[in-house]
Structures are given as C-alpha cells and as structure tokens.
C-alpha cells in the first residue's frame, strides 16, 4: 500500500500549504457545479408548470428521473476516473470533457419548443437534463476527488473547501438572483429562460476551464498503480459504503442534507409567488439564504480549527432546523420576517456546505487504511451519485406537495387562483420538510468518526 501523500506545491513552500493560484482554481470550478446545482433547481420545476404547462405530477417525473440515472452513472465515472489517475496521473480528460459538454446542453435544456404543446416539452426536458446532468458529472466527479490529492493536512483541506463555499456562495448569489432578473429582463416566458440558459452557461464554461488549467493539473496522484477492471472498480464505492463507517454515515447526513436544501430552492419561486405575492420576492430570499455565507465563513472555518469539522457541523445544522422551524408561521403570517428567518437558516446552510466536503477526504483517508488502496474517485463517484438523488428528489418532493394539496398548474400567461390548501402546502413544504429532514441527519451524524477527527479532538483537549 502506498502511504505517500499526494501534494503538488512551489518550491520552497510548506508541504502542506496550497498556493493561492491552487486555491483560487479549485474554488472556480464552484460556478460551474453551483450554477448547475442551483439554477435547475430553482427554476426548473416553475418553467415546467408555469411555462410549458406540464402537470406538476408529470413535472415531477421530468426533474426526477434524469437525476436517478445518474445515480448509476456517477459510481461508474468515478472509477474510469481512478483509472485514468492511476495510469496517467491526473483526472484532466474527464473534467474537459464536461466542462465543454455541459454549457451547451444546459442551453437545450431551456430551449422546449412551446408551441408543440406540454407533453413534447416535457420530453424535451427529460432528454437534454438527463444529457446535462451526465456531463456535469463528468466534471463534478473528478473535481470532488481533488481535496485529498491536493493536500493532505487537516486544516488545510478546510480552507480549501471554505474559500470553494465561498465561491460557492457567490455564484448561487449571482446565478441564482441573476438567472431569473436575466430572464425576466429578457421578457419572461420561452425566450427569457433561454437567455438566461446562455448567460449562465457562458459563466460556467468558463469558470470550469480555470478550475482543470488552476488546480487539477496541479494535483499529484499515484501513476502507475495497479488498475483493476473497471467492474471490480466500479464496486470500490459500494464496498467502501459497506466496509467504511464514516463515508456509509457521512454520505447518509449528506444526501438528507442535500435533499432538505433542495426542497427549500424548488419551493423558493412558489413562496415568492404564491404566498408572498411577488416572483420578484425570490431575489430577496435567495439573498438571505447565500448572502450569510460570504460573512460567516471565515467564522466556520475559525471554529473548525478551534473545535473541529464534525462539531462545527453539527452547530451548523441546529441553526438549519431552527431557522426553517420558524418558517412554518409563513402559513399564517407571510410577513417581511420571513427574509430575517431565511437568514438564519443561510448562517446555518453555509456550514453545512463546507463541513460534509471537508470531511469527505478525510473519509477518503480512513477508507485507504481500510482497504489497503486509495479509491478517491469511485468514492467521489458515490458520493456525487448522492448528492445527484438528494437534488432530484428535492423538487420532485416539493412538487408532490403541490399534487397532493391541489396545485393548479398553468401556462406562460394565464392566470389562476390557488386554492387556500395549496398555499398552506407551499408554505409547509419550504419549512417542514427540510426541517424534519436535516433533524434526522443529525441523529446519523451522532454515530460519525475519523480517525483524523479523533486525533483532532484529542490534540484540542490537551
């Protein structure tokens, strides 16, 4: 087993001490995979109903399905990745290859034929998000395995993943309050999403270039390593879900964490709209949601070094479930409180960004003692097969509230009334479920430990 840890740096600076162009190019790959991970979910669901009047139980289908395919693909990208790591050392091709790919389908995404009538539209969609979502994973996969052979120093995985939240936060702030000011600038309806589908897509090519030439090309992998088939590799994620504790925890918190978020985003436009009474609205609640972020997160990473990952992400968490318990009151009283409560929750959401992503190599780590071999990649693969699930099912959920409390979908235009029952429906559905969801992820993360962690704890107490 090689025991080596993989570090790519300038001479004569600290083994562990990424430069900042290592840095600054890790975390620009966050405006391709956030503009992605945001943008469909916040709008993808209401373009659907709203735009090309499709059903929202057959919408729900059309979100979901393209997302529980790539749960099977992504295991599968990350082992070719681990093979092209182990035979050339880097995971460059791969993330080119969605970096290139994504942008464009993306486009075709937003580009249904209105005209056709809902049932093509909905085809439309079906095909080219399964398409795009496939080449984001192409990128996404390979860019989650990078922390670990970057660095391996506790701390300094921490920062790199915070200064990436950040980022992060950023771009869900510009994509995610900018996409829909860009679309309804453009005139709203069919062609307002499809320049915004352009502008974004631009961004995210662009940015995704910078994170291959600034930061994966500078890794350092194992070349040269044994490579088994790409069937026994493509079960190393699975295995290491059986064998290794804490990825089989971590992953669970994760995907339950990423399913709450999801379900808030999808519901954000129907609260603005419905219940508050402005689609405007929803710039300000995706302000108070992100916005916290480029505040706190030096303060998380601050605690994180006092106190630890998994402590910070718990504190983190509890802010999340009480914050999004307040919300429920927007049944009775949709009031301009609503923004101070999101806020909250946004202080809450940004630990709960950094902390799973900085543990994750961590896990990483503990799975190679484990199995005598580091698997990075078909781990990544699992992983972001998860985290792909837990954003698919976040919508589809939502909209499944809408179903089941008399939703009336419509077409770009129209006008209907909802009925009192679907707007108590949009009002729980963005406060209930992500609380009760991230309360149970809590109770998983009770069980969590590394042996990073542990040493951690122990250096902390003397």
């Known amino acids: 087993m090689t025991t080596d840890k993989p570090v790519r740096l300038r001479e004569g600076r600290s083994p562990d001490r990424l430069s900042r162009g290592v840095v600054a190019g890790y975390a620009a790959g966050s405006v391709g995979t956030g503009g992605f991970g945001v943008l469909p979910g916040l709008v993808l669901a209401y373009y659907l109903t709203d735009t090309l009047g499709v059903a929202a139980a057959l919408a729900s289908l059309v979100v979901i399905v393209p997302k529980i395919a790539d ?56 095909v080219f998000f399964l398409l795009a979502a496939s080449a984001y994973s192409l990128f996404q996969v390979p860019y989650i395995a990078l922390p670990t052979e970057l660095t391996g120093d506790y701390h300094e995985r921490t920062r790199l993943v915070s200064v990436r939240i950040a980022v992060l936060a950023l771009t869900i702030l510009v994509i995610g309050a900018g996409g829909p000011e860009l679309r309804d600038a453009a005139g709203g309806g069919a062609r307002g999403y499809l320049v915004m589908a352009i502008g974004v897509s631009a961004l995210m090519c662009g940015a995704m270039i910078w994170a291959v030439r600034g930061a994966a090309r500078h890794t350092v992998t194992h070349a040269d390593a044994p490579v088994g088939s790409l069937l026994s590799q493509y079960r190393d994620g699975f295995d290491a879900i059986r064998r290794t504790r804490a990825f089989r925890l971590l992953v669970i918190v994760f995907v339950l964490q990423a399913l709450a978020t999801a379900v808030m985003l999808a519901g954000a436009q129907y609260l603005a709209t419905y219940v508050m009474g402005s689609e405007g609205a929803l710039t300000g609640l995706f302000v108070a949601l992100v916005g916290p972020a480029l505040v706190v997160m030096p303060l998380w990473y601050r605690f994180s070094h006092r106190y630890g990952k998994l402590r910070g992400y718990v504190v983190s968490s509890v802010l999340f479930v009480v914050a999004t318990a307040l919300l429920t009151l927007a049944a009775v009283n949709a009031g301009s409180w609503i923004y101070g409560a999101v806020a909250l929750a946004g202080v809450g959401y940004a630990g709960m960004q950094v902390f799973p992503l900085a543990m994750l190599p961590d896990v990483i780590e503990d799975d190679a003692r484990i199995g005598g071999r580091q698997r990075g990649g078909s781990l990544s693969g699992i992983w972001t097969a998860s985290e792909t699930a837990g954003l698919a099912l976040g919508p589809a959920v939502f909209l499944g509230v809408l179903a089941v409390t008399g939703f009336v979908s419509k077409t770009a235009g129209e006008t209907v009334v909802q009925p009192e029952s679907a707007l108590t429906g949009i009002a729980l559905g963005f406060s209930v479920v992500p609380a009760i969801l991230v309360a149970i992820s809590l109770v998983v993360l009770r069980n969590y430990r590394t042996e990073q962690e542990s040493t951690h704890e122990n250096v902390g107490e003397r």
């Open 71 to 126: 749960v099977l693909i992504d295991p599968l990208i990350g082992s070719i990745s681990d093979r092209s790591s182990h035979r050339t050392g880097t995971r460059v091709p791969l993330m080119l290859a969605g970096a290139l790919g994504l942008p464009l389908l993306f486009i075709l995404t937003f580009s249904a034929p209105v005209s056709a009538g809902p049932g093509v539209g909905a085809l439309w969609v079906l």
